[in-house]
């Protein structure tokens, strides 16, 4: 009997035995695959942040940009809630004549020389602008028969009287422009050059006045080629120093008016049909006058004579 129960007692406590290693043997394992695992994919996590970011970041970077893009659009708003501005299809445009405004701009140059220079170019536009109309009445004399306002001869004769006005005029405004160069040595803006600068002043009348005694186109070709090499020779001398700085510009935009308003005088004179009478150079005009001149004295000595006899008689 005691026999029976020890050995049960045995066969029990080996069963018990068995089914804990069993049970300890089922867990160990799984609780090591676990922490296995779990550390494997810690350390992935930990050891690769920066690639799993670099991988997921641009993706989520573009899908969101392309859901703004896209609400955007469908609204017509941009990212602040306010009205999408449409591109200026002009600016360039604009920034180029802001350029050449400013490139062009006369703000330095002082008001009085300002308003004096551009009075003095209104004789050269008023001779220019009356050349090319007395031209265009001539030539509708000569194809109609009859003028607009004025006769073919009386138009020849104001054309005749408006060329040496302004070759005149233009021989005064040269000499006076190489006077600006004697006044700038006199008072030493920008030290004393001696000879170079008087020599300048003196080129200046010495070719202006003796276009007069030229033919109208050649003396306007000739004063148009003078007064570009003072200009540039005047844009020189701003650059050194030695005249205002402003001066190079200041004399850029009167020059193209003079040079404008002679071109202007020489297309005028081009297009004056062949059927006009011939051009009288100066000589013969200063001859025409001191004839008529003589004439005059010669008809007020025979009304004097004549007179006289009457008195005594």
């Not at 001779?127 to 138009?155: D, H, Q, R």
């Not at 081009?270 to 000589?283: M, R, V, Y």
Request: hydrophobic share 45%; glycine share 8%.
């Amino acid at each position: 009997m005691l026999y029976r129960m020890s050995a049960a007692r045995a066969a029990f406590r080996a069963a018990s035995s068995s089914n804990a290693s069993a049970a300890v043997r089922s867990a160990v394992p799984r609780s090591v695959f676990r922490a296995q695992l779990t550390s494997a994919a810690r350390q992935r996590l930990t050891s690769t942040p920066n690639l799993a970011l670099a991988v997921r970041k641009p993706v989520t970077t573009a899908l969101v940009r392309y859901a703004s893009t896209a609400t955007d659009k469908a609204t017509g708003s941009s990212a602040a809630g306010l009205p999408e501005e449409e591109p200026d299809m002009l600016a360039g445009v604009k920034n180029d004549a802001k350029v050449i405004k400013d490139t062009f701009t006369l703000k330095e140059v002082p008001k009085e020389a300002l308003y004096f220079g551009l009075a003095g170019v209104i004789p050269y536009l008023a001779t220019s602008l009356n050349t090319c109309y007395l031209a265009w009445e001539i030539n509708n004399n000569v194809v109609n028969g009859s003028g607009f306002l004025l006769s073919g001869e009386t138009a020849s004769f104001l054309l005749h009287l408006t060329e040496p006005i302004q070759i005149g005029y233009g021989a005064v405004i040269l000499s006076f422009l190489g006077a600006i160069h004697w006044g700038l040595e006199w008072a030493g803006y920008g030290g004393t050059h001696g000879f170079r600068r008087y020599a300048t002043g003196v080129i200046a009348p010495a070719v202006a006045w003796p276009t007069l005694l030229l033919p109208v186109e050649h003396a306007l070709i000739t004063q148009f080629l003078a007064f570009t090499f003072l200009y540039y020779n005047d844009a020189r001398a701003a650059g050194r120093g030695l005249a205002p700085h402003w001066y190079g510009m200041y004399r850029f935009v009167l020059t193209f008016v003079v040079g404008a308003s002679i071109v202007a005088t020489l297309i005028g004179r081009e297009h004056i049909s062949q059927h006009d009478t011939e051009e009288h150079t100066l000589k013969e005009k200063i001859q025409a006058l001191l004839f008529l001149r003589k004439k005059e004295i010669e008809e007020a000595k025979k009304r004097a004579q004549e007179e006289k006899e009457a008195f005594e008689e």
